[in-house]
């Protein structure tokens, strides 16, 4: 029932496995085990169905200290809410010390366990095992994914008790501790939702909601663990871009009930009273939060009431959150951009099946210049486009007849491929592009697409040439395609702005903390923003072959289908928008893939395929 490891040990399944989605259970109980010889590993569970229930099953009496190391383990792979039966397998001061929710630490395989002992017998009221394994990721006490590498080793110490002979784990492992595929059983990432600091949307007066994603245990209360995250506020990460507008030290009343919406899909949400003194418009923003964050979670959620002191606060339908705040863009896309076959702008109705592009308006879809690459700010007003030989950057109005003026930006980089990447709109209004010339290579800032480029700083230690950008809807996020060597990897930054500075001087811009969204692939050619915090990426496994896959902004992958295969895929786009397609260019053309249906032929002259961002 599992993988073999030299001088490892064997886990029994001490639990009880129910499957709600055909109501058989299963019971694989503390068969008895030997007291001598050698224990063997074994991989976690197999993937199986998200409706597989699992439960612990407690130490049985006069169980040998292997029994009790493998029922430990398997309990923390359990249903349990509060890792009360993990804990049965504890000594009470160690049950007393154990913080299971200060981290949760993924293996690629079940822990291994090997006993540290010389002989084949316990003979002594004192043993130690240790737990080994290939570290994956770690999830923090924020609930915040990490990816991880390198080996995992922890000692775990058990006592016999002189009196009743019952073996006991005294030093258990930190937090919690299992394989990569018992994880995927039990966890599920959500997005939780603040509002970005220092942002609107364009000229929208709105606010951009910033999707925070966490795990969460998806068998044990989800819908009230993800209340309780948000009202905790967001990651140590995302922290320094975004706000919550709940009071501090807002919580769920400690009388509530688990949060259930009833039969019209309503969620009565009782809060402390650090929340009973919120005007009108302060609550319905934090009502919005809610119903992000819940609808995210389960799209059944059309209303929340919040209350406090025995008093309703507000109530606020899934309607008319959008009118405190707004996820991705303000406007849906009206069109698909791309280059036709003469290197000038053109586009296609972005909802629809039409395969006849026309030109864009204005010098960059009606002039003569050639271009390589291009970006359509988010309001579709604007479009900025890098010549054929990656050297000038130009920006036009999309208005018919407007001219083409003189280029904003000049590289000196020697070949294309060392000037200017494709450029990226932000939700301001604001153009990013990156100069790859290796002598002189920078990210730049053109506020409003036509100021003199700002210099954007980065972290400091940051390896390697930044190839492409991607800001995100929310302003707040940046995604990079960074080159060191032969490999390249999609690294994921936090934008931050300082206040404008005196005589009009541009406010200083940096980008902080970055962090590898793609630590399995060795290469990444193509990247767009897909989502509040996914991505669509095509890129190359160390060793293997060119594949296209979605990822998750903290690095992990996210449930459901992965994009339909696509042979030689040069470039991608997808809009934070679910409902428009996602569309590429490879050695076919111009290809779209719509909802449910395999990959279609666009137009076969055509590149660098563009929504707006």
């Not at 002189?162 to 990569?180: E, L, Y």
């Not at 966890?187 to 909601?209: C, E, I, Q, W």
């Not at 809060?271 to 003194?277: H, I, S, T, V, W």
């Not at 919005?288 to 979670?297: C, E, G, I, W, Y």
């Amino acid at each position: 029932m599992g993988a073999e490891r030299e001088g490892g040990a064997r886990r029994t399944r001490g639990r009880v496995v129910a499957y709600a989605a055909c109501g058989a259970v299963l019971l694989a109980g503390c068969a008895s085990m030997p007291d001598s010889g050698d224990l063997r590993g074994v991989e976690s569970t197999p993937r199986q169905d998200t409706q597989v229930r699992v439960f612990a099953m407690p130490p049985h009496e006069d169980a040998s200290s292997s029994e009790i190391v493998s029922g430990f383990l398997e309990a923390l792979t359990s249903d349990d809410p509060d890792y009360e039966i993990a804990r049965k397998y504890l000594t009470k001061e160690a049950s007393e010390r154990w913080r299971p929710l200060q981290s949760t630490t993924v293996l690629a395989d079940g822990p291994g366990v090997d006993p540290d002992r010389v002989g084949g017998r316990e003979e002594t009221d004192s043993l130690s095992y240790t737990l080994t394994g290939t570290r994956v990721a770690t999830v923090d006490a924020q609930q915040s994914y990490s990816p991880a590498d390198g080996d995992y080793r922890e000692t775990m110490h058990l006592t016999q008790d002189k009196k009743t002979k019952q073996w006991r784990i005294d030093v258990p492992p930190r937090g919690v501790v299992m394989g990569r595929s018992d994880f995927q059983r039990n966890y599920m990432s959500v997005d939780k939702y603040y509002f970005a600091t220092n942002t609107t949307l364009g000229r929208s007066p709105h606010t951009a909601a910033v999707a925070d994603p966490v795990y969460v245990r998806r068998n044990v209360d989800p819908m009230t663990e993800m209340v309780r995250s948000l009202l905790r506020g967001p990651t140590s990460w995302l922290d320094p871009v975004v706000r919550s507008s709940f009071p501090t030290g807002t919580a769920l009343r400690k009388d509530g009930d688990s949060l259930t919406p009833d039969d019209q899909n309503e969620l009565i949400v009782p809060l402390n009273d650090k929340a009973a003194g919120v005007g009108l418009a302060k609550c319905n923003e934090m009502a919005a939060q809610l119903l992000f964050t819940l609808q995210n979670l389960t799209p059944t959620v059309a209303k929340v009431e919040l209350t406090a002191g025995g008093n309703s606060l507000c109530t606020l339908r899934e309607d008319q959150a959008e009118a405190v705040a707004t996820r991705g863009s303000v406007e849906r896309a009206d069109y698909l951009y791309f280059l036709d076959a003469k290197h000038r702008l053109v586009r296609l109705a972005a909802d629809t099946n039409d395969t006849h592009p026309d030109p864009v308006p204005g010098a960059l879809g009606e002039g003569e210049k050639q271009l390589g690459s291009v970006a359509v700010s988010r309001d579709e007003d604007m479009a900025a486009g890098v010549g054929l030989d990656g050297k000038e950057l130009y920006v036009g109005a999309l208005v018919s007849g407007g001219p083409l003026g003189d280029p904003e930006l000049t590289s000196e980089g020697g070949t294309p491929e060392e000037r200017l990447s494709t450029p990226s709109w932000d939700a301001q209004g604001d153009l990013w592009v990156a100069d790859r010339d290796p002598d002189n290579p920078r990210l730049l800032l053109l506020e409003e697409g036509v100021d003199d480029p700002l210099v954007v700083k980065t972290p400091p230690g940051l390896e390697g040439r930044i190839e492409s950008v991607r800001v995100a809807a929310d302003g707040v996020r940046i995604a990079l395609v960074v080159k060191d060597g032969d490999q390249s990897s999609l690294l994921i930054g936090r934008i931050q702005r300082g206040a404008d500075g005196e005589d009009g001087e541009p406010a200083a811009v940096s980008v902080h903390e970055l962090r590898s969204a793609t630590p399995e692939l060795e290469e990444v050619t193509a990247m767009s923003w897909a989502g509040d915090s996914r991505l669509v990426v095509v890129g190359r496994e160390k060793g293997g072959v060119q594949t296209m896959r979605y990822v998750q902004v903290d690095g992990s992958t996210p449930e459901g289908p992965v994009p339909a295969a696509l042979t030689g895929v040069k470039e991608i786009t997808a809009s934070e928008d679910a409902r428009l397609p996602l569309v590429g260019y490879s050695e076919d053309g111009i290809v779209r893939l719509p909802s449910g249906m395999p990959w279609q032929k666009v137009v076969t002259d055509g590149t660098a395929p563009v929504y707006p961002g």
